[in-house]
């Protein structure tokens, strides 16, 4: 088996298909329906096929370089308990979904990549969509292991649990092997932040990372219905207040020479991370350009699958893909 090849919709700013991409796979075709992250993905990747619509109007047979690629992969919308229980404010997550399962039936991979959010693995509240889920890989030939990893565990700044379905045909699956943590000691935010906090000059840059000892809670990205961008709920913005961070905004630019830091227990007079730090936090590599106006760049952000969580999962499936036990 040559050069891995893969299909990813719901792409969004591409902490996935970044991670597939350094795990060896190439992209056939990217699918997002919001044109901000179809930008993003082409700033940085001019060269790939990003087609820019919604999921549930995508047809494969209008582009037939999807309907032979080893691995769909799709980084959805996190479903809701109540999408799951049918009630139809939440029907747009369990939609998308939905088309990524019938999808399998044009494309038929060798292999399907899912990750969405933990309760999703193991939730009664989900076991009708897992049941749907069951059937459909059932009916295609597939067998799947439904876990939970932690981008913690993966050398991501950040305490971020993820849950993931991982599909494969037959002849492969008993080669899959879940991926093991590749870091024993979790990267701290002072550890990924202290340089980018000392780029301006700020004195106090290294007491401040020496004090950011945990790692970041996880960040979210928010509703597009929302107001600005902030680090997520309250019980968010006090795990940042405790390593000295304001979490109600982000700020324009790190402190400079001249700033004091007050270390006061009041949020207000504490520092700001901005969003290029939050692509940091998220483990975006620093050549990778989130486009758009603050908001924008910051929801791609929290909304996407770190990078380094990508590639071990990537390196897992490649891995049974090209075992000696295919058929």
């Given at each position: 088996?040559g050069?891995?090849t893969?299909?990813?919709?719901?792409?969004?700013?591409g902490?996935l298909?970044l991670?597939l991409?350094?795990s060896g796979?190439?992209?056939v075709l990217?699918l997002?329906n919001?044109?901000?992250a179809c930008?993003?993905?082409l700033?940085?990747r001019p060269?790939?096929k990003v087609?820019?619509e919604d999921?549930i109007?995508?047809l494969?047979?209008?582009?037939?370089e999807?309907?032979?690629?080893d691995l769909?992969?799709?980084g959805?919308p996190r479903v809701?308990?109540s999408?799951?229980?049918g009630?139809?404010?939440s029907?747009p997550?369990l939609r998308?979904?939905?088309?990524?399962?019938?999808?399998?039936?044009?494309v038929?991979p060798?292999?399907l990549?899912?990750?969405n959010?933990?309760?999703?693995?193991?939730s009664?509240?989900?076991?009708e969509v897992?049941r749907?889920?069951a059937?459909e890989?059932?009916?295609?030939?597939?067998?799947?292991r439904?876990f939970?990893?932690?981008?913690?565990?993966?050398?991501?700044?950040?305490d971020r649990e993820q849950g993931?379905?991982?599909?494969?045909?037959?002849?492969?699956?008993?080669?899959?092997v879940t991926?093991?943590?590749?870091?024993?000691?979790?990267?701290?935010v002072?550890q990924?932040l202290r340089?980018?906090?000392?780029?301006?000059?700020?004195?106090e840059a290294?007491?401040w990372?020496?004090?950011?000892?945990?790692?970041?809670?996880?960040?979210?990205?928010g509703s597009?219905?929302?107001g600005g961008a902030?680090?997520?709920p309250?019980?968010?913005?006090?795990?940042?207040a405790?390593?000295g961070i304001?979490g109600n905004a982000?700020?324009?630019?790190?402190p400079?020479?001249d700033?004091?830091?007050?270390r006061?227990?009041?949020?207000a007079?504490m520092?700001?991370?901005t969003v290029?730090?939050?692509?940091?936090?998220?483990a975006?590599?620093?050549?990778?350009?989130i486009?758009g106006?603050?908001?924008a760049r910051?929801?791609?952000?929290g909304?996407a699958?770190?990078?380094?969580v990508?590639?071990?999962?990537g390196e897992?499936i490649?891995?049974a893909l090209?075992?000696?036990?295919r058929a």
């Open positions: 088996m050069d891995l893969f299909v990813d919709v719901c792409s969004g700013a902490g298909a991670g991409e350094s796979f190439s992209p990217l997002d919001k044109p901000q930008e993003t993905l700033a940085n060269d790939w087609v820019c999921l109007e995508f494969p047979e209008e582009h037939p999807t309907l032979d690629v769909l992969s799709a959805l809701k308990s999408a799951a229980a009630r139809p404010n029907e997550e998308q979904l939905t088309a990524t399962i019938y999808l399998l039936h044009a038929r060798r292999a990549l899912l990750e959010l933990p309760a999703l693995v193991d009664p509240a989900y076991a897992r749907f889920i059937e890989l059932t009916h295609l030939g597939y067998r799947w439904w939970v990893l932690n981008a913690a565990d993966f050398g991501v700044p950040q993931v379905l991982v599909a494969l045909k037959e002849p492969w699956f008993e080669s899959f991926p093991e943590p590749t870091v024993r000691v979790h990267v701290s002072g990924a340089g980018s906090m000392a780029a301006r000059g700020w004195r290294d007491a990372a020496d004090q950011a000892s945990a790692v970041a809670p996880t960040l979210v990205g597009d219905n929302r902030d680090v997520g309250t019980g968010t913005k006090r795990a940042w405790r390593m304001n982000f700020a324009d630019e790190v400079g020479p700033y004091e830091w007050p006061s227990d009041d949020v007079h520092p700001k991370i290029d730090q939050a692509a940091v936090i998220q975006f590599p620093p050549e990778w350009r486009t106006q603050k908001t910051y929801r791609q952000i909304h699958t770190p990078p380094p990508g590639r071990a999962l897992a490649a891995a090209r075992s000696s036990s």
